[in-house]
């Protein structure tokens, strides 16, 4: 059974910085794109990185670089979301999706319905 749990999410003031993570289980994590999205009440769910479990490389939404870094730990079959400099719209639920990769080039962040698989979500508050 394919398990993705979420931890990390809080409450943090403009400026700050938190750290998500993902575990993953039951899955052969090497051959996954894994995927970081958030959902904002009232708007569309929207992608924010994808890793690809097996070379490392980070795909970002535009409006996602340079303040949010997707990394892994394969050892530990999990994945982190760095986030600094967090603003106010940054609040949402963020969730972790993995699907197993079978063609090249969509493990990224605007392919959304490939994902399969997901997380409950962990929630991120920033005030201002």
């Known amino acids: 059974q394919v398990q993705l749990v979420e931890s990390g999410g809080g409450s943090v003031q403009a400026g700050g910085s938190l750290r998500l993570s993902c575990a993953v289980s039951g899955y052969t994590y090497s051959s996954n794109c894994m995927g970081w999205f958030r959902q904002a009440p009232g708007k569309e769910r929207e992608g924010v990185a994808t890793i690809v479990a097996a070379s490392g490389y980070t795909y970002y939404a535009d409006s996602m670089k340079g303040r949010f870094t997707g990394s892994q730990d394969h050892a530990k079959n999990t994945v982190y979301l760095q986030m600094n400099s967090l603003k106010p719209e940054d609040t949402a639920m963020y969730y972790c999706?993995?699907?197993?990769?079978?063609?090249?080039?969509?493990?990224?962040?605007?392919?959304?319905?490939?994902?399969?698989?997901w997380g409950q979500g962990t929630q991120v508050t920033v005030s201002s």
């Open positions: 999706a993995a699907f197993q990769i079978t063609r090249a080039g969509r493990c990224r962040p605007w392919f959304v319905g490939d994902f399969d698989y």
